[in-house]
């Protein structure tokens, strides 16, 4: 499985941004997760999508702002991100893995990583 993101890029605070997240070949895992990694600090969770059945979690900080949703016939998950903040200024990953529902939350379960995104926003 290989993981492409895309749609990085700088935006004032209070912007949006859409980020995408495209799966090569066969794609087997079930779980569609977003992370993110400011210089300087571990890599935290944003969110993800079982791609089962459309079930998502969001890291609070984001909840009602940020929305996963995803195109089975494309193979790709979308994050969209909207009243950015400063503080959301980091780089994004995409990951895949077949993943226990009580860790999706936990970077290390997954096995599969996009290359990463930059998004900055400026206050």
Known sequence: VQLQASGGGSVQAGGSLRLSCAASAIFSQNHMGWFRQAPGKDREFVGVITWRDGNK???????????????????????QMNRLRPEDTSVYYCAAGNVITSTVR??????????GTLVTVSS
Do not use: C, H, K, M
Not at 68 to 79: E, K, S
Not at 106 to 115: C, E, L, V
């Open 106 to 115: 936990d970077s290390i379960r997954y096995p599969y990583w996009g290359q």
């Open 57 to 79: 979690d969001y890291e609070d900080s984001v909840r009602g702002r940020f929305t996963i949703f995803r195109n089975g016939a494309r193979r790709q998950v979308y994050l």
